[in-house]
Structures are given as structure tokens and as C-alpha cells.
């Protein structure tokens, strides 16, 4: 085995609690684009001239709902766990203690059965009204004759449960996300450019023994001292891992 997996292996055999702190390039390898690279969801959006920011932000979705419940979507194959996932939640039923925090909003670690998951961005899998915040199934929404989401009870607008721009992700959500960094002894950094404020701060709540990034490229992890940084993908990463130990 590389000694950069032996490396991986004996950290996470000897971490008691595990933080993996995910990011988009955790899920490209289940054919869900990132956000910057050539092929991300915002290089296309400014390749079409439009601007992510003021496109999916918050102000817009209320100011201007018929453009945003009707601009294309691209249609993709449901997404299925890649190896990443699916050794995460392989470790846990084992019995080791991993917490996933994750910026992604796919529930692909959920899907691969991990039961620990801090959702930072929030979720797709449910919307709720802007007006009232009843939940509903993206299969339940009804929809006015603009094509717009809304709340069968006030008529308010229903949107997806993510973090879009202008907003925060919920404090309550972050408060946890710091607990469970500052009690871990293994932080794993992975598929992440941490850019994103303000769950890029997390990481420094961090106290532990060791820090493992697993990234295509380096990342600024400012004064947090990185013990092994492994330059490739996420998932192939943890299939190389599980076959050198078999």
C-alpha cells in the first residue's frame, strides 16, 4: 500500500472520534458537479452570462420568483453514493465514531447509510414556505399558474431547504458543527477549496492530534497545522484505502 494510505489507516485506527468535514469535490464522483471547476454549476451559469449570486440568492427567489421556479435545470441521472461515502458509513456500522459535516446538500452520505450527518448548507430533500416555514416533499408542492411553489395554507413561496446567497447557514447547526470539531482527534479535510464563510472557520475550532487533507489541490488552511495532505480524489482515495487492506 502507498505510505500515504498506511499513513490514513493508522490514523483513523487510532483517532477514538472522527470529523470528516466534506465539501462538493466529495460528490463529483457521483456525477454531481462542483461549483468553480470548468464544468461547475456556477462556471456555467457565468458562461451564460448569469450571475450565481444575485440568480440564487435569497432577495431574488422573493423578488422575482416566476424567473427562478422557471429558468432551465439540468436534468441528471439520480446521483448514486460513490466509494467515499459508502467506506464513511462502512466505518461507522463497524463501530467507529465518524461525524460527517458536510457543505453538500445531496444526502449521499445519508443514502449510504452514515447516521451521523451535520447537513452546514442545509438540504434538498425537503422545501418549506417563506411565509409560515411548514415543510413539505418536493413531490407535494403545488404549483400556481406561474409555475411558482406555494404553501397550500397562506400562499407564501416554497423553496428548497438550502443555504442560498444573502443567507446563513442555522446557528444552531454551526453551534453543533464547533462541538463536535473541538471533541474530535482526527480532522479529515476533503473535496473542499474552503472559501466559503462561514463554515471555513470551522476548522480551527479544531484541538486534536491530527489533520489529513484529501484535495486535488492544496488548500489555505491557514495557522492548523496539516499532518498529510493527499493530492487525489475523494472517493478513490477510500477505494484504494479499502482495497490495500484487504
Given at each position: 500500500?502507498?505510505?500515504?494510505?498506511?499513513?490514513?489507516?493508522?490514523?483513523?485506527?487510532?483517532?477514538?472520534?472522527?470529523?470528516?468535514?466534506?465539501?462538493?469535490?466529495?460528490?463529483?464522483?457521483?456525477?454531481?458537479?462542483?461549483?468553480?471547476?470548468?464544468?461547475?454549476?456556477?462556471?456555467?451559469?457565468?458562461?451564460?452570462?448569469?450571475d450565481?449570486?444575485?440568480?440564487?440568492?435569497?432577495?431574488?427567489?422573493?423578488?422575482?420568483?416566476?424567473?427562478?421556479?422557471?429558468?432551465?435545470v439540468?436534468?441528471?441521472?439520480?446521483?448514486?453514493?460513490?466509494?467515499?461515502?459508502?467506506?464513511?458509513?462502512?466505518?461507522?456500522?463497524?463501530?467507529?465514531?465518524?461525524?460527517?459535516?458536510?457543505?453538500?446538500?445531496d444526502g449521499?452520505?445519508?443514502?449510504?447509510?452514515?447516521?451521523?450527518?451535520?447537513?452546514?448548507?442545509?438540504?434538498?430533500?425537503?422545501?418549506?414556505?417563506?411565509?409560515?416555514?411548514?415543510?413539505?416533499?418536493?413531490?407535494?408542492?403545488?404549483?400556481?399558474?406561474?409555475?411558482?411553489?406555494?404553501?397550500?395554507?397562506?400562499?407564501?413561496?416554497?423553496?428548497?431547504?438550502?443555504?442560498?446567497?444573502?443567507?446563513?447557514?442555522?446557528?444552531?447547526?454551526?453551534?453543533?458543527?464547533?462541538?463536535?470539531?473541538?471533541?474530535?482527534?482526527?480532522?479529515?479535510?476533503?473535496?473542499?477549496?474552503?472559501s466559503?464563510?462561514?463554515?471555513?472557520?470551522?476548522?480551527?475550532?479544531?484541538?486534536?492530534?491530527?489533520?489529513?487533507?484529501?484535495?486535488?489541490?492544496k488548500i489555505?488552511?491557514?495557522?492548523?497545522?496539516?499532518?498529510?495532505?493527499?493530492?487525489?480524489?475523494?472517493?478513490?482515495?477510500?477505494?484504494?484505502?479499502?482495497?490495500?487492506?484487504?
Amino acid at each position: 500500500m502507498d505510505p500515504e494510505l498506511i499513513l490514513l489507516s493508522q490514523y483513523i485506527d487510532q483517532a477514538d472520534i472522527i470529523t470528516f468535514f466534506g465539501g462538493a469535490g466529495v460528490s463529483t464522483e457521483s456525477g454531481i458537479p462542483d461549483y468553480r471547476s470548468r464544468d461547475g454549476r456556477y462556471t456555467k451559469m457565468e458562461e451564460a452570462e448569469e450571475d450565481p449570486r444575485k440568480i440564487l440568492n435569497r432577495r431574488n427567489i422573493l423578488n422575482n420568483p416566476v424567473a427562478f421556479f422557471n429558468r432551465p435545470v439540468e436534468r441528471r441521472v439520480q446521483p448514486k453514493p460513490n466509494m467515499a461515502h459508502k467506506v464513511l458509513a462502512d466505518f461507522e456500522k463497524s463501530g467507529k465514531d465518524i461525524r460527517v459535516l458536510t457543505q453538500n446538500v445531496d444526502g449521499l452520505h445519508q443514502k449510504a447509510g452514515h447516521r451521523y450527518v451535520l447537513e452546514l448548507h442545509g438540504n434538498g430533500r425537503t422545501w418549506f414556505c417563506m411565509e409560515c416555514e411548514r415543510e413539505y416533499l418536493p413531490e407535494e408542492v403545488e404549483r400556481d399558474e406561474q409555475n411558482v411553489p406555494r404553501c397550500y395554507v397562506d400562499q407564501g413561496i416554497v423553496r428548497p431547504a438550502v443555504t442560498y446567497f444573502g443567507e446563513n447557514p442555522k446557528k444552531h447547526v454551526i453551534d453543533k458543527a464547533k462541538e463536535v470539531i473541538e471533541k474530535s482527534d482526527l480532522l479529515i479535510i476533503a473535496g473542499t477549496s474552503l472559501s466559503v464563510f462561514p463554515v471555513k472557520n470551522l476548522i480551527h475550532h479544531f484541538e486534536g492530534d491530527r489533520v489529513i487533507v484529501i484535495n486535488k489541490e492544496k488548500i489555505d488552511t491557514g495557522d492548523l497545522n496539516v499532518d498529510l495532505f493527499i493530492k487525489d480524489a475523494v472517493g478513490e482515495t477510500f477505494s484504494k484505502l479499502v482495497e490495500g487492506s484487504n
